[in-house]
């Protein structure tokens, strides 16, 4: 590679340095180059470029774009894995650990999450965390949750209003069946009422009428023998 061919490597390292803010660094030193073109395709998806550079470019390309948390990264076979503004490094740090696990060649060194410097075992530790997917469902989950609650604890009380006011509605429409049923059969009852009270009082009388009243009827027809 002449001096033209590295500075070009260097300016787009830089500006990839510049353009990303997570990366994940390891060691590949043992991995085959099937095995670096399978692992390039598990990354590809998550929107993660896998580059190998020379550290001595790197470390140029490193100071030129103020990423100085990587140059202490840059030991031994270096390579990078680039995820892009739309990728997902949760994804990636699960592709690089997992190849990690079955080549038992890769050796995650560390990276960068967000501008913030990640040890080997950070890495390992995001390649533990859920999905974005999951992960967004968990954080939905997390926001509806107080809402549905302060929504259940403002709508109680409009509940519980509606509740009694229903019931009073209820009770009121009751109370008036129950008064109303006197005042329509008011006539008729106070009718019986008197009725009753007449024949009550006039069988008394009427015993007193039966019990003189025959006497005379006996002596008329005495006398008329």
Same mark, same amino acid.
């Given at each position: 590679?002449?001096?033209?061919e590295?500075?070009?490597?260097?300016?787009?390292l830089?500006?990839?340095?510049?353009?990303?803010?997570?990366?994940?660094v390891?060691?590949y030193?043992?991995?085959?180059?099937s095995? #670096?073109?399978? *692992? &390039? !395709?598990? /990354?590809?998806p998550?929107g993660?470029?896998?580059?190998?550079?020379?550290?001595? $470019?790197?470390?140029?390309a490193?100071?030129?774009a103020?990423?100085?948390g990587l140059?202490a990264?840059?030991?031994?076979?270096?390579?990078?894995?680039?995820?892009?503004?739309?990728?997902?490094?949760?994804?990636?740090?699960?592709?690089?650990?997992?190849?990690?696990?079955?080549?038992?060649i890769?050796?995650?060194?560390?990276?960068i999450?967000?501008?913030?410097?990640?040890?080997?075992?950070?890495?390992?530790?995001?390649?533990r965390?859920?999905p #974005?997917?999951? *992960? &967004? !469902?968990? /954080?939905?989950g997390?926001?509806?949750?107080?809402?549905t609650?302060?929504?259940? $604890?403002?709508?109680?009380?409009?509940?519980d209003?509606?509740?009694l006011i229903?019931?009073?509605?209820?009770?009121?429409?009751?109370?008036?069946?129950?008064?109303?049923?006197?005042v329509e059969?008011?006539?008729?009852?106070s009718?019986?009422?008197t009725e009753?009270?007449?024949e009550?009082?006039?069988?008394?009388?009427?015993?007193?009428?039966?019990?003189v009243?025959p006497?005379?009827?006996?002596?008329?027809?005495?006398?008329?023998?």
């Open positions: 590679m002449d001096r033209a590295k500075e070009r490597v260097v300016t787009e830089a500006e990839q340095l510049r353009s990303v803010e997570s990366l994940i390891a060691d030193r043992g991995l085959t180059n095995e #670096l073109e399978e *692992l &390039r !395709g598990k /990354l590809r998550h993660t470029r896998l580059t190998i550079v020379k550290n001595t $470019l790197t470390r140029r490193a100071e030129a103020g990423a100085d140059l990264l840059l030991e031994g076979p270096t390579a990078i894995a680039f995820v892009e503004a739309e990728g997902d490094p949760v994804a990636a740090a699960k592709a690089l650990a997992e190849t990690a696990r079955q080549t038992k890769l050796t995650l060194r560390g990276g999450l967000q501008g913030a410097p990640m040890s080997g075992e950070d890495v390992e530790i995001l390649a965390v859920p #974005l997917d999951v *992960l &967004r !469902g968990q /954080l939905i997390v926001i509806v949750a107080p809402l609650q302060l929504i259940g $604890l403002v709508t109680a009380p409009l509940r209003l509606v509740g229903d019931a009073r509605i209820a009770q009121l429409e009751q109370d008036g069946a129950v008064t109303e049923a006197p059969s008011a006539d008729a009852d009718t019986i009422e009753d009270i007449v009550v009082e006039e069988p008394e009388d009427a015993q007193d009428e039966v019990m009243s006497q005379p009827e006996a002596e008329d027809e005495k006398e008329e023998e």
